[in-house]
């Protein structure tokens, strides 16, 4: 079975810098699929990033971009330019190719909050 | 606009009184599931669907019942609530195919039972 490792339950930072949020998973398969899903107060899940373990490249979207590492299965997010709006919960979350029933595996989440 | 609604998003009963939480998408989405999230430990799969009449467990199928009758609606159904079934739930929906699409999220149903 999969497990997905979160070991920073609270991260805080300054409006306008930059955080690091990091996430390790442990799994057997070759083929797989990491995610950051992202939860504000309204308890929304919103997708903020995702990538596929075969491709080398690091994703990006705007000021989100992860750091994979697959030989160390480590899949950290970094955002820069922090903003208020950011503040939220981040879960991590794994999954295998589809033909597993599209099941997510999430980590406990890590709760950042931007302050000014 | 492409959603997924849940019914009700609190909801407040006493331990054995059957209740069902009823999940809705607008996509034609052939995959949906339902998560409970608990503080300290994320989100786990309860129950997932592939298509109409195709159900399979999850991590923490006890004490959940689920149906898909049609291909738009998931409900939840707990036939006897209990205390440690306390939680927010979310339901998802996805297409289902050879690549991995996105998740789309339901709002959440808090649930308390005493």
């Keep these: 079975a999969q497990t997905v490792t979160q070991s920073q339950p609270e991260m805080s930072v300054q409006e306008a810098e930059t955080v690091t949020l990091s996430c390790t998973y442990d799994t057997s398969e070759s083929n797989y699929y990491l995610f950051w899903y992202k939860q504000p107060p309204s308890r929304q899940m919103i997708l903020v990033i995702r990538q596929e373990a075969y491709k080398q490249q690091n994703a990006t979207e705007n000021r989100f971009s992860v750091n994979f590492q697959k030989a160390a299965k480590s899949f950290s997010l970094k955002i820069s330019d922090s903003q208020l709006g950011d503040t939220a919960m981040y879960f991590c979350a794994f999954m295998k190719p589809p033909a597993a029933a599209s099941k997510l595996t999430f980590g406990t989440g890590t709760r950042l909050q931007v302050t000014l | ?114």
């Excluded at chain 2, 738009?72 to 929906?93: D, K, M």
């Design chain 2, 1 to 114: 606009e492409a959603q997924v609604t849940q019914n009700p998003r609190y909801l407040i009963t006493v331990t054995g009184k059957k209740l069902t939480v009823t999940c809705s998408q607008n996509m034609n989405h052939e995959y949906m599931s339902w998560y409970r999230q608990d503080p300290g430990l994320g989100l786990r799969q309860i129950y997932y669907s592939m298509n109409v009449e195709v159900t399979d467990k999850g991590d923490v199928p006890e004490g959940y019942k689920v149906s898909r009758k049609e291909k738009r609606n998931f409900p939840l159904i707990l036939e006897s609530p209990s205390p440690n079934q306390t939680s927010l739930y979310f339901c998802a929906s996805s297409r289902s195919g050879r690549t991995v699409y996105e998740q789309y999220f339901g709002p959440g149903t808090r649930l308390t039972v005493t």
